[in-house]
């Protein structure tokens, strides 16, 4: 079975300050992993990805993220915070493809995160 | 292009009531899934769809049922209403021709009540 875990429910971020939202998971075999931003009363927006390759992605809104297996962390971060940047934040895995066998998502509970003037 | 879109926004029931939800993929895309999230939590699978057939499924029981058209769009059917149903219900679409890749994209939601 597949987990994520994000252990903060909320990240508080002075404007122009590093953010920080911290991923782990649990899967077999090598993971496919996913940040998404939701804001406000909206679905879910895909922020970027890890399937293979450099440790360190880059995605949309000068966010990235970084894959370490030893530790099975997908930490998401972004250099300078903005306060349109508080909205929650969900990290997702799925297991390696097996064809005709669905991608199924599986989301961690959330992380709030708060960027404050 | 347009991209994943979902109606109604809002409904609202009463228990033991069926409800229909109706999910159109973005443009190219070929499978739907449907996810629920509770106030407060994160998505939960419902199930997905490819070939107008329902290809993998969470752990929901049978009062949730889906349908997917051969234009690829996708209706989520929930009967016998339950408090309990009251979430955001999610449609995500993606495409099985890029499955190393591919990326689910979501819907806005629409909104359950049920009193």
């Known amino acids: 079975a597949q987990s994520v875990a994000q252990p903060e429910d909320q990240v508080n971020v002075a404007e122009g300050n590093p953010l920080t939202v911290k991923c782990t998971y649990s899967?077999?075999?090598?993971?496919?992993l996913f940040w998404y931003v939701q804001y406000p009363n909206r679905g879910l927006q895909f922020l970027l990805k890890?399937?293979?390759?450099?440790?360190l992605v880059k995605g949309s809104y000068g966010f990235e993220a970084e894959f370490n297996k030893s530790q099975t962390s997908f930490h998401l971060k972004k250099p300078s915070a903005l306060v349109s940047d508080s909205a929650l934040y969900f990290c997702?895995?799925?297991?390696?493809?097996?064809?005709?066998?669905?991608?199924?998502?599986?989301f961690g509970g959330g992380t709030r995160v708060l960027v404050k003037p | 292009d347009a991209g994943v879109t979902q109606s109604p926004t809002h409904l609202i029931k009463t228990r033991g009531q069926q409800v229909t939800l109706r999910c159109s993929p973005k443009?190219?895309?070929?499978?739907v899934s449907w996810y629920q999230q509770a106030l407060g939590q994160g998505p939960q699978f419902i199930f997905q769809y490819y070939e107008e057939e329902e290809r993998q499924r969470g752990n929901f029981p049978d009062r949730f049922s889906g349908h997917q058209f051969p234009n690829y769009s996708s209706e989520l059917n929930v009967n016998a209403l339950l408090l309990g149903d009251s979430a955001l219900y999610l449609c995500?679409?993606?495409?099985?021709?890029?499955?190393?890749?591919?990326?689910?994209?979501f819907g806005p939601g629409t909104r359950l009540t049920v009193l």
């Open positions: 899967v077999s075999g090598n993971p496919y």
């Open positions: 443009s190219g895309h070929d499978t």
């Open positions: 890890y399937i293979t390759g450099d440790n």
């Open positions: 995500a679409s993606s495409s099985v021709s890029a499955p190393y890749t591919d990326t689910q994209y």
């Open positions: 997702a895995v799925r297991p390696p493809l097996i064809k005709a066998a669905g991608n199924k998502l599986t």
